[in-house]
């Protein structure tokens, strides 16, 4: 038997997620809360499945006429073609001139690794890649709306890549269902890209799953199912609206410091709340203090800045003073960023979550004198 082994240099990796999760179940206290759940949540604090999707799963499970052989590598034609039409519409141009396909993968993450493969490979020249980031269907509950932007790249005939991801907005969140969508200008480059693309998926996952796909495909080609869960959409997003002005308004009755218009003008199932930033230093150096009305106007505020740094000229100083007394005095667990999930509050805790907020601000802000 060998004594040494081959793996004697692997370093252990660091865990980038789940120590929030772990800590919270772990916690003893009756009235712990976890608001960082990615999934939608229901009042009863369950994960929201759409019903229409319990029906469609049941109505699967026992079709006699299914054949449970390996998909196709680009995934089910039928899932794909229903994908694009949700996306763009079934009379959009790119679908009429039919330059435009996708792929199966395996969730959005999926989408994104197969398209940083392709791009990697057959755009080594190009200097800049353009990342739009969208919130996720949740959004403003108008599927038409939420999807503006791309009728806007395909008008001014931009050629691009979109990560769609459907597994949240119907509820099928251990499915991992999504598409790499492409435009090309053409059905000769679109076909052409296909086919590498399809290469790279055959290497990362080989065939897609395919319950998920055929979930979905049975409630987007049906038009009264499909009715049925637009209307479901439309419900859990009146309802995180509703909660985003509760939220809002109680703080403003506890006279909690600060602005909180910013809670009600995002968009989607997480969203900022505002706390931590204490200190943007500008470029020349110097520290400028922030209050809560400019926190929300500022580029992570807007999600397009999740980490600590924005740009090397500005770094942003994170102290999670409030977030840290959040976890550790009242047991509410959130992310250091203060993104969390709206769906997580409910009627039973609305009330105890706003009065810790209020607690947090004043504490962290007396503190400082």
Not at 208 to 220: D, E, F
Request: net charge neutral; charged share 20%.
């Amino acid at each position: 038997m060998p004594t040494l082994s081959v793996f004697t240099d692997v370093p252990m990796a660091q865990k980038l997620e789940g120590s929030l999760l772990k800590a919270y179940k772990q916690d003893d206290d009756p009235n712990k809360m976890f608001l960082a759940y990615k999934v939608c949540m229901t009042s009863e604090g369950r994960p929201w499945v759409s019903s229409v999707v319990r029906k469609t799963r049941m109505q699967i499970a026992q079709d006699p006429s299914l054949n449970y052989e390996y998909t196709p590598v680009m995934g089910m034609k039928s899932f794909i073609q229903a994908s694009l039409n949700l996306l763009f519409g079934k009379n959009s141009q790119v679908i009429v001139e039919n330059r435009a396909g996708g792929v199966q993968t395996v969730g959005d993450s999926g989408a994104f690794q197969l398209g940083a493969q392709f791009l990697k490979t057959w755009c080594q020249n190009s200097q800049i890649v353009y990342i739009v980031s969208s919130q996720k269907g949740l959004s403003t509950g108008d599927l038409e709306e939420d999807a503006i932007f791309l009728q806007y790249f395909v008008s001014q005939g931009f050629e691009f890549f979109c990560s769609q991801s459907l597994s949240k907005n119907f509820g099928i969140y251990d499915e991992g269902v999504g598409t790499l969508v492409v435009v090309a200008l053409n059905n000769q480059l679109l076909l052409r890209v296909l086919s590498q693309l399809t290469n790279f998926a055959r290497a990362l996952w080989l065939n897609p799953p395919t319950t998920g796909a055929r979930i979905i495909t049975s409630v987007l080609c049906n038009p009264a199912m499909q009715g049925e869960w637009r209307q479901s959409l439309e419900g859990v997003v009146e309802n995180i609206m509703m909660t985003k002005e509760k939220v809002k308004e109680k703080l403003r009755l506890l006279g909690t410091p600060g602005s909180w218009d910013h809670i009600t003008e995002q968009k989607g199932t997480h969203s900022y709340l505002g706390l931590n930033l204490e200190l943007l230093w500008d470029s020349c150096g110097s520290p400028e203090m922030l209050t809560l009305p400019t926190i929300h106007n500022s580029p992570w505020a807007r999600g397009e800045q999740d980490g600590t740094t924005l740009g090397s000229e500005m770094p942003w100083l994170s102290p999670a003073q409030q977030v840290e007394y959040l976890i550790s005095k009242k047991h509410i667990y959130i992310p250091k960023n203060g993104r969390i999930n709206f769906t997580c509050i409910n009627s039973y805790n609305i009330d105890y979550i706003t009065a810790s907020i209020n607690e947090a601000v004043c504490f962290t802000k007396d503190s400082e004198k």
